[in-house]
C-alpha cells in the first residue's frame, strides 16, 4: 500500500515480498496466527498456500501494467484516493 502514485519501479519491491513470502510459509502462518482481529469465516489451506501480489495506491501508472504481464505471480492493482 502506497499513499502516492507508483510506476514500474515498484515491481521490484513487491517481488522481493513474494519471494520472502513463498519462501517463508510457516512464517506467514505464525504472522496470521499471532493476529488478534482476523475474521473467524476465512479458512486457510497452509498445505497450498499461494502468493498473491496486492499493490494499492491512489495512482498506478502505465509502466507498471508493462511490467506486470511479465509476473507469474497473481497481481492485482488497485487505485484507492483517501
Wanted: glycine share 0%; hydrophobic share 45%.
Amino acid at each position: 500500500m502506497k499513499n502516492i502514485a507508483v510506476d514500474a519501479a515498484i515491481i521490484p519491491q513487491v517481488l522481493q515480498y513474494a519471494f520472502w513470502a513463498e519462501t517463508n510459509p510457516n512464517s506467514i502462518k505464525s504472522l496470521w496466527l499471532e493476529c488478534i482481529n482476523k475474521p473467524d469465516d476465512l479458512s486457510i489451506n497452509w498445505d497450498s498456500f499461494q502468493v498473491r501480489i496486492i499493490v494499492i495506491a491512489p495512482n498506478i501508472r502505465t509502466s507498471t501494467l508493462d511490467n506486470v504481464e511479465k509476473i507469474n505471480y497473481p497481481v492485482d492493482l488497485i487505485e484507492i484516493n483517501r
